[in-house]
């Protein structure tokens, strides 16, 4: 076998040995279209700006009056005297409830559930902690993945169904809460 040869032969095994070789090129990839969440398990950043003021006024006039009298007896219940009962009771109050809430944060959700229409259940709960506090960002929530940016984003206005919690533990909290004879007094009256 002449060197030509050999080297040829050594190129075709070498050739056939590499065609079989994993590739950098994913064919599953599509580098236009944008990746949606879709499945179990995805995960979505919702961004969470909310502000809610409410304001409840109320007032309250009453007015009662009543008037009762029972005339001398006869007969046999002439013991009876004459007895006029006249009550009068009037009641008026004010009251105004003023309440005021921002919440801002970013939250990675996971879609829990893929709804039959195709929507999807998403849930998420953010811990912080700042010196002896933690707070804690909860949300549940249904959102359409048409409505998910190309960023993977999502803003907390166009969840449906929110349900948005933040909950706080620790001194400022307890600090907060009412002691148990408080909550007793506060029950009985």
Known sequence: MSHKKFLSAIFLLILASTANAASLWNDNSNWFADA?????????????????????????????????????????????????????????????????????????????????????????????????????FQLVGVIRPQDVSSENQISSRLVANAEIAVKGKGIISRTQKPGIISQILLAVF
Request: glycine content about 8%; aromatic content about 0%; overall charge negative.
């Open 36 to 136: 949606r969440p879709g499945k179990v398990g995805d995960i979505i950043t919702v961004i969470v700006n909310e502000r809610t003021d409410a304001k409840d006024e109320a007032t309250t006039d009453l007015s009662k009056s009543a008037s009762h009298s029972v005339s001398d007896g006869t007969g046999i219940l002439q013991f009876i005297r004459s007895l006029a009962v006249d009550s009068q009771h009037s009641t008026q109050g004010d009251g105004s409830i003023e309440r005021k809430h921002h919440a801002t944060a970013t939250l990675a959700c996971l879609v829990t559930e893929v709804l039959p229409n195709g929507n999807l259940v998403i849930e998420g709960t953010r811990d912080i902690r700042t010196s002896e506090e933690i707070l804690q």
